[in-house]
């Protein structure tokens, strides 16, 4: 178990690489940072348990995916509060001037097109692909951290990031022809 000092370089150290996994999936900033908070406080509960048998990142992003897994869990069981005035608002000024101008429209459509394409079919990945591909291509994370968090072979990573791409590659390319067609 570590000192409180010790504790301090920790937060110090990998808040932000914590942060940025956390915004990988998909969560709003003020989510991000809640499930930052609940990592940490999970971490102080159960820092006696981590036997130095991995890296302490590896340990700490263990806790945040399973975080991240239950709060997915637990939003599916909700239903979404939309809070568009808000949302309109934030855009103006109180002159009712832009705050800043929206972006040519054809390529915005054409970019958020290609995005909710391309999450759609991360989304329909099984869970063991969906969190090695993320972990892997979204926030970078090297073979040996993913394994040991997964709990994974090198060889059996490596097959299911094949498998991943390959059924990424499928979807988009399914969902591209569907688009043509209309």
């Known amino acids: ?9 920790l937060v110090h150290d990998y808040t932000e690489a914590l942060l940025k996994g956390a915004l990988s999936p998909g969560f709003p900033i ?9 990592v940490w406080l999970t971490y102080m509960e159960v820092r006696h348990n981590f036997e130095g048998r991995s890296h302490i990142r590896t340990f700490l992003f263990g806790i945040l995916y399973n975080k991240a897994k239950e709060k997915r869990r637990k939003e599916q069981k909700l239903v979404p509060d939309e809070k568009i005035e808000e949302l309109v608002d934030s ?13 040519d429209p054809e390529k915005f459509l054409q970019a958020s097109q290609t995005m909710a394409l391309i999450e759609k079919c991360i989304d329909k990945l099984p869970l063991n692909q969906r969190m090695a591909f993320c972990m892997r291509e979204i926030d970078e994370h090297g073979s040996d951290d993913i394994c040991k968090v997964m709990n994974l072979s090198v060889t059996n990573l490596g097959v299911i990031l094949f498998r991943a791409k390959a059924r990424l590659r499928e979807c988009i390319e399914r969902q591209a022809k569907g688009k043509e067609n209309l």
Request: net charge negative.
């Open 91 to 103: 855009y103006f000024d109180e002159r009712g001037r832009w705050q800043r101008p929206p972006v």
């Open 1 to 9: 178990m570590l000192p409180n000092s010790s504790v301090e370089l």
């Open 30 to 38: 003020d989510e991000a940072k809640d499930l930052i908070q609940s």
